[in-house]
């Protein structure tokens, strides 16, 4: 662990293949309570990221936090990342080969801002957030924090057959952590803004999993079908499943995940 970098929280249970846990925009790694049990045959890192939870802030961009948890986090671990956390899972896998065994990205886009064609000719533009939301996000932060998170993880909920039930599971989780400052909180949008990785996903040679929900309203259906499939990539999507399927539909989720990291830990 190098001494000059913030902190990171990890909350290490059980022993095995080491698997770390990247959470999304707005909560922390209680949000990943309910697979405990289930997750209870390998070393699980439940990982803070940075600025988020218990973990200290590194203003630094993408690649700065990806320095920064391959440093700190075991090498050759299995990553899983959800949101926001698959994307910073996608950069460390990108700039850290070493750190990263087999990757795992939950409800996450290369690129989560929708994106126009950039020629005449080109008629496929990026699906994804519109710029509009993200920016009402941005402004409504400097007005009420905490209601701005509400708002966000009520979204990331929606489209799921247990919304409300959802929701009240979620809040509860994220609120046993701190919240994250309104800088954080800023900075993490603007990575959801800025950061594409799509030409770069070719540098991604590990075992990947890439699990989806159909009614997913921040990573839409199609991203999936347009991405490039490779021999080392595996698609899961969830067709009743929302932004949350680990919280929505915990059973369906852990059916596909668990086999695909067993493969992955001998």
Known sequence: MQSNLPKLDAHII???QDLILLHG????SAVFHPLQTALSEYRVH???????????????DISAWAAQLS?????????????????VASQIAINHPE????????????CFMAQ????????????????????????????NLAKTVERFLAIQAMGSDSAKDDIVTIKKLVL??????????DQGLSMLRTVDLRDQLHLIEQPWLRIWGKCDSLVPKKIPTILPQVTNTTDVIHNKASHAPFISHPQAFLDELLPWIKKQAT
């Open 71 to 87: 440093a700190q986090l075991p090498k050759n671990a299995i990553w899983l990342g959800w949101s926001l956390g698959g994307l």
């Open 176 to 185: 046993a952590k701190p919240l994250p400052s309104q800088s954080v909180l």
């Open 116 to 143: 126009e064609a950039k020629t005449d000719s080109e008629q496929v533009t990026w699906p994804g957030i519109a710029p509009k939301v993200l920016a009402q996000f941005s402004t409504q932060l400097n007005v």
């Open 99 to 110: 750190s990263v065994k087999a990757l795992i990205t939950v409800a996450s886009s290369p």
């Open 25 to 28: 925009w707005g909560v922390n």
């Open 46 to 60: 439940y990982v803070d990221l940075p600025g988020f939870g218990n973990s200290k802030e590194n203003s630094g």
């Open 14 to 16: 059980g022993e095995g």
